[in-house]
C-alpha cells in the first residue's frame, strides 16, 4: 500500500484522510492539536453553501474595503500596517480579477460536487452533525445589492445550480421569524447547513476505524523530499512516506515553502458566536432557515434545536487569533436587531484563521517534487468545498502511485 501523510487534522485534512482510506492507502493523519477539528473547524457559520461560491475578486469587494477602512466594526477590515506577505498576497489578487467569473463558476460547481460525497460519507458512518436541509436566503436590504445579486445568479446557474429571487414577502414566508426591512432575497432551497466540528470529528473517529493512524499533538519541524519519498519529522519522530499531502490551513504556505513551492496562504480571520437557545421563546423565535446578508456580510446557522451560529467578518491583520469585542458586536447586534425575541444571555464567542488564496480557488493537486500534493487554501468555502478537494486530491495521490509500481 502506498504509505501518505496527511498534514492537517481541520476539515481538508480529516476528509482527505478518509477519502484516502476508502482508496486503500495506508494513511498517517498529523495534526499539531490534541484533537482534530480544533482550529478554523471549530465553529463556523455551518453553511453549505454552494450560492456563496462568488469569489472576492471584483471591483465592487475593492470599493467596500476603502470605504469601510476608517471602521473598526466593519464586514472586511484590512489593517494598514504593510507586510511583505500582506502585499504579495493582494498583488496577486488584483491579478485575478480578469479570472473572476470563470472562478467563480469553477467554485459554484465544485461546491455542487462536494454534496454527493459529505452526504453519502454521514450516511455510511452514521455521522450526527445537525445536519438541516432548509437551504439558504440571501437578504438584500436596498436594491442596488438585488439587482447586482441577479448577476451572481446567472453565473452560479452556468454551474448548474438554481437559485431564485423572492419579494420581501416571499422571505417573510420562508423565514416568518425575521425582523427588519428588506428590498428582497435570493432563495437557494438546495443549500443547507451543520457544524462542520461534529461532522469532522465523526470522520475522524472513522478514520480510526479504517486504520488511519492518527498522531495528534505532533507539530512539523520540517519536510524534505528523499530519494523514494517524502520525510515527515515532527517534534516526536521522523518518517519517510511515499506521498505528503498539505491540508495545514494558514500554516501550508511554510511547509510548502520547505518543499520549494510557492501556495501564497493568507491567514483572514473571521468571527462566530454561538447564541444557547437554552428557553422555549428563544428557541421559537430563532430562525430555522440560513441566513445571508449581504450587507453585513454575516450568515446564521440553526445548529440543532437549542444553538444558533452567527458568523462572518474578514480581517487581514496576520497571524492574530485575538477575539476583540468590537468585532464581536456588530454579530451579537445583528441578532438583537432581526431576532429580539431571542435570549442573548449566553453567547460564546470565536475567531478562526481562513486559509484563504489570493485567487480564491483552493490549490489543489501536486507540488514541483514528486510525492508532495497540496489541498488548501479553501477560505470562506472550506466546508462547504472539503469532500470534493479531498476526492480530488485522493484521485491524483491514486494516479500518482499507480504510475510508480
Known sequence: MTRVAVIGGGITGVTTAYALARRG?????????????????FANGGQLSASHAEVWN???TIMNALKWMARCDAPLLLHPRPSWHKLSWFAEFLAAMPHYERNTIATARMAIAAREHLFAWAADEAIDFDHRRAGILHVYRERAGFERAAGVSQLLARAGLARRAVT?????????TLAGEFYGGYYTDSDSTGDIHKFATGLAEACLRRGVACRYGQSITSLQRESGGV???????SSVFDVAVICAGTASRAMAAMLGDHVNVYPVKGYSITVHLDDAASRAAAPTVSLLDDATKLVSSRLGEDRLRVAGTAEFNGENRDIRADRVAPLLRWVEQHFPQVNTRR???????RPMLPAMLP????GQAAGVFYNTGHGHLGWTLAAATAEMVSDAVTRFSAKRR
Open 168 to 176: 420581501f414577502e416571499e422571505m417573510r414566508a420562508i423565514e416568518p
Open 363 to 366: 490549490k489543489v493537486g501536486p
Open 25 to 41: 492507502a495506508d494513511v498517517t493523519l498529523i495534526e499539531r492539536q490534541r484533537y482534530a477539528a480544533m482550529e478554523t473547524s
Open 347 to 353: 453567547v460564546v464567542p470565536w475567531a478562526g484563521l
Open 58 to 60: 471584483h471591483r465592487y
Open 231 to 237: 520525510r515527515v519529522t515532527t517534534q516526536a519522530a
